[in-house]
């Protein structure tokens, strides 16, 4: 039995685009942007005299399961002072999960709040 050879499913360099800049001598832009952001707000952590919830909790508070701890975790984010400046990054990146800037997001969506597993329809199933 012999293997056929296949072409590679990437297309060949030149016939992908450059990536968006506004000088051509510079970096790419675009894909940078969520990345200096998150930069910059890392920056302001270090910066400030008083230590924020997301660094001195552990980290997993911030990824709960249970609706009591994801209010909890949003409670420690009411008290910190980039609570704005995490959200705005966390919408702007469309966090998959996890609570950011006292926020709860699920599927790159904020929520108002997390229902238990096992818990009926809020709307009921017509049949």
């Known amino acids: 039995m012999q293997l056929e050879a296949h072409a590679p499913s990437v297309p060949p360099s030149d016939a992908i685009a450059p990536p968006l800049t506004e000088d051509p001598d510079l970096t790419p832009l675009a894909p940078l942007t969520a ?46 002072p980039l609570m704005a400046a995490c959200l705005a ?16 997001f699920v599927q790159g969506v904020v929520v108002a709040r997390k229902r238990p597993r096992g818990r009926p329809r809020k709307n009921p199933v017509s049949a």
């Open 89 to 104: 990054g966390a919408k702007e990146r469309r966090e998959p999960w996890g609570v950011w800037g006292g926020e709860l």
């Open 35 to 80: 990345l200096t952001a998150l930069t910059a707000l890392d920056d302001a952590i270090e910066n400030l005299a008083t230590p924020v919830p997301c660094r001195a909790y552990d980290p997993e508070v911030f990824f709960a399961e249970s609706p009591a701890d994801v209010e909890y975790a949003k409670s420690l984010c009411r008290t910190c």
